[in-house]
């Protein structure tokens, strides 16, 4: 069994644009602070929660398969930790203001062994759609990864069909590079990607208030 009753640091997301890059979070990942909504590391008492919101066919639609039982959550969660420990995967659970356990999670995986390059992706439980808590999560583990563990460009893979999580995206500020064609398998059937980034450079230009009333 893995403890998750360490003490950890909260770090609220005005840290935008001030870099601090550091291998602490291999110790323990922060909790992240944003407007509705906390992100800290996923505990094993998160499995059951993660099971009922993340397996409903609305929410699994579009990603790789998640696990089919409670255990089989567990375990991915232990997995977690020791990627994290490694230094070479950062996942965080979505719990808004108000709710106990998890109700999603963001996932950052190296690309490169400078953690320079990383992919990126989400899911989150359908009650909590169109709440803002998506938009408050995503700013929150970007500027993570860009000022906390020094990644300079995260790339999303999307399926064409993911009307909402491309608009997402796009709300956001990443930039749609282009479509990864028969890139993603479920269910036996391969669909169409499309790829999209964010550079550490220009997110916290775009992110800059003078930027978001353009924006």
Not at 57 to 63: A, D, M, T, Y
Request: glycine share 8%; with cysteine.
């Amino acid at each position: 069994m893995i403890d998750t009753t360490k003490r950890v640091q909260t770090v609220p997301l005005r840290s935008i644009g001030r870099p601090v890059v550091s291998t602490e979070w291999r110790a323990s990942l922060p909790v992240l602070q944003a407007a509705g909504v906390t992100l800290r590391e996923l505990r094993l008492t998160d499995a059951a929660a993660l099971l009922r919101v993340l397996s409903t066919g609305e929410v699994s639609r579009f990603i790789s398969p998640p696990p089919t039982t409670v255990a089989g959550f567990e375990r991915f969660i232990e997995w977690t930790h020791r990627e994290r420990a490694a230094g070479r995967y950062v996942c965080f659970g979505i719990v808004p203001n108000g709710v106990d356990q998890a109700v999603g999670l963001f996932q950052v995986r190296q690309l490169n062994s400078s953690f320079e390059t990383a992919e990126w992706g989400f899911a989150l439980g359908s009650s909590f759609w169109g709440t803002g808590v998506f938009v408050e999560s995503a700013r929150a583990v970007i500027a993570f990864a860009f000022d906390t563990v020094g990644t300079q460009r995260l790339e999303a893979r999307s399926c064409v069909q993911n009307v909402r999580g491309n608009g997402a995206l796009r709300k956001i500020g990443a930039t749609r590079e282009g479509v990864l064609r028969k890139s993603f398998l479920r269910n036996g059937e391969f669909h169409d990607q499309v790829l999209w980034s964010l550079v550490a450079s220009e997110w916290r230009e775009w992110m800059t208030p003078s930027s978001a009333i353009s924006h």
